[in-house]
């Protein structure tokens, strides 16, 4: 396991600046010997002069780093600070630096810097030349850590991202009159949507879709716990409804206040064909008949993690051959095309009843999804996509 790296501090960075200026006066010092004539017995003083000026233009960015910076060019809610006043900030600072180099030269080694026509010219040098270094010597450093931390960061939300697309099963169970199947697509963060299919009692499975507030890292860790509540509760406890009440519980709890999750639950009994479902604020689950028919699953409660003590209502669905029970987060209703327009509900509806009706579940799937990539037309989808397909077949024959 790698170490993380350590922290950065104004005060390691002072004493990292502090070390740096013996090796950044050695070829100004140098440069000066050899303007002055190429006498390296003056190298010592050239070199002196030139640390004066090193310490003083580092100490003066230090400074402008980590305590005028945050206050003059505050960074943006969302994103970095824009370069173009960061280079002009520095160059600043820089060029004060150097002035003040400049009054420390006069005051201690050379009287007479600044005395004359050749001094002034001396000190436009050294401003120029030790500006432009440091200043550059700045923003690479500074652009270089920003690089560093972003690969960092990416790599870190790649692996969060591996570990949690581990948690969403893909191979879904074998049933005789049941088959059901489910994917996500996450947008460029972490995702916050999740599915689930849990065996349960009695020849009885439960099965979820969920869809966290929020996105990123915070996000796919609630969902994450919004799973293993479901699974520690599968066995144990029969009524949907219940579990949710716990769930919410867990959430409200648990969590800050900001936090929140949609939440949609089944428990399907494969013998007596009947589907029991709890709806705390998610998008309605679709039940499209064989012969037309529609029906909305909305009966439930709030969304989890809001009330403490919310109450959820539990209603109950037979099953018929050829139903499907299409299931999905707002990630699909609310793709949003290069217009602005919305793929809708109802585009959704009209999108399924068009498919033939013994399509397998897994087919059903990837059409939606089709579709909505093809509504969205080569735009990247705002917000994670997930799709849930339940379909009941038709009773083997005796």
């Given at each position: 396991?790698?170490?993380?790296?350590?922290?950065?501090t104004a005060?390691?960075?002072?004493?990292?600046?502090?070390?740096?200026?013996?090796?950044?006066?050695?070829?100004?010092?140098?440069?000066?010997?050899?303007?002055?004539?190429?006498?390296?017995?003056?190298?010592?003083?050239?070199?002196?002069?030139?640390?004066?000026?090193?310490?003083?233009?580092?100490?003066?960015?230090w400074?402008?780093e980590?305590?005028?910076?945050?206050?003059?060019?505050?960074?943006?809610?969302?994103g970095?600070?824009?370069?173009?006043?960061?280079?002009?900030f520095?160059?600043s600072?820089?060029?004060?630096?150097s002035?003040?180099?400049?009054?420390?030269?006069?005051?201690?080694?050379?009287?007479?810097?600044l005395?004359?026509?050749?001094?002034?010219?001396?000190?436009?040098?050294?401003?120029?030349?030790?500006?432009?270094?440091?200043m550059?010597?700045?923003m690479?450093?500074?652009f270089y850590r920003?690089?560093?931390?972003?690969?960092?960061?990416?790599?870190?939300?790649?692996?969060?991202?591996?570990i949690?697309?581990?948690f969403?099963?893909t191979?879904?169970?074998?049933?005789?009159?049941?088959?059901?199947?489910?994917?996500?697509?996450?947008?460029?963060?972490v995702?916050?949507?999740?599915?689930?299919?849990?065996?349960?009692?009695?020849?009885a499975?439960?099965?979820?879709?969920?869809?966290?507030?929020?996105?990123?890292?915070p996000?796919?860790?609630?969902?994450?716990?919004?799973?293993?509540?479901?699974r520690t509760?599968?066995?144990?406890?029969?009524?949907?409804?219940?579990?949710?009440?716990?769930?919410n519980?867990?959430?409200?709890?648990?969590t800050t206040?900001?936090?929140f999750?949609?939440?949609?639950?089944?428990?399907?009994?494969?013998?007596?064909?009947?589907?029991?479902?709890t709806?705390?604020?998610?998008n309605?689950p679709?039940?499209?008949r064989?012969?037309?028919e529609r029906?909305?699953?909305?009966r439930?409660?709030?969304?989890?993690?809001?009330?403490?003590?919310?109450a959820f209502?539990?209603?109950?669905?037979?099953?018929?051959?050829?139903?499907?029970?299409?299931?999905?987060?707002?990630?699909v209703?609310?793709?949003?095309?290069?217009?602005?327009?919305?793929?809708?509900?109802?585009r959704?509806i009209?999108?399924?009843?068009a498919?033939?009706a013994?399509?397998?579940?897994?087919?059903?799937?990837?059409?939606?999804?089709?579709?909505?990539?093809?509504?969205?037309?080569?735009?990247?989808?705002?917000d994670?996509?997930?799709?849930?397909?339940?379909?009941?077949?038709?009773?083997?024959a005796?």
């Open positions: 396991m790698s170490r993380p790296p350590r922290p950065r005060w390691t960075e002072l004493a990292k600046s502090v070390l740096w200026i013996p090796l950044y006066a050695l070829p100004f010092g140098a440069f000066f010997s050899l303007l002055g004539g190429g006498r390296w017995r003056d190298f010592p003083a050239y070199y002196e002069v030139s640390a004066i000026f090193s310490a003083s233009i580092l100490l003066t960015l400074v402008g980590w305590f005028l910076e945050p206050r003059m060019l505050p960074r943006p809610a969302e970095r600070r824009p370069v173009p006043p960061i280079i002009a520095h160059g600072l820089a060029i004060v630096g002035v003040v180099g400049a009054l420390i030269v006069r005051a201690t080694l050379v009287p007479a810097f005395g004359s026509g050749r001094g002034i010219v001396v000190f436009l040098v050294f401003t120029l030349l030790f500006c432009a270094l440091f550059g010597l700045a690479a450093s500074r920003d690089s560093i931390e972003r690969a960092r960061a990416e790599g870190e939300m790649n692996q969060a991202r591996r949690q697309r581990s969403l099963i191979q879904f169970p074998t049933r005789p009159r049941l088959e059901v199947h489910a994917l996500n697509l996450s947008s460029r963060q995702s916050g949507d999740f599915y689930d299919v849990v065996p349960a009692r009695d020849d499975f439960l099965v979820a879709i969920a869809d966290v507030a929020g996105k990123g890292v996000a796919a860790l609630l969902s994450s716990m919004l799973q293993a509540s479901l509760q599968a066995h144990s406890i029969p009524s949907v409804a219940a579990i949710m009440g716990n769930i519980r867990m959430v409200y709890r648990s206040v900001q936090q999750a949609t939440f949609f639950l089944a428990r399907i009994d494969e013998r007596r064909m009947r589907l029991a479902f709806n705390a604020g998610h309605f679709l039940v499209f064989r012969g037309g029906v909305t699953l909305e439930g409660g709030t969304v989890v993690g809001v009330l403490e003590n919310a209502e539990e209603g109950e669905l037979e099953l018929c051959a050829g139903d499907r029970v299409v299931m999905y987060t707002d990630g209703s609310e793709a949003a095309n290069v217009t602005g327009e919305l793929f809708g509900e109802e959704l009209a999108l399924i009843d498919l033939p013994d399509l397998p579940a897994r087919d059903v799937v990837d059409r939606i999804l089709e579709g909505v990539r093809a509504f969205l037309d080569g735009v990247e989808a705002g994670d996509i997930t799709v849930m397909v339940l379909r009941v077949l038709d009773a083997p005796v």
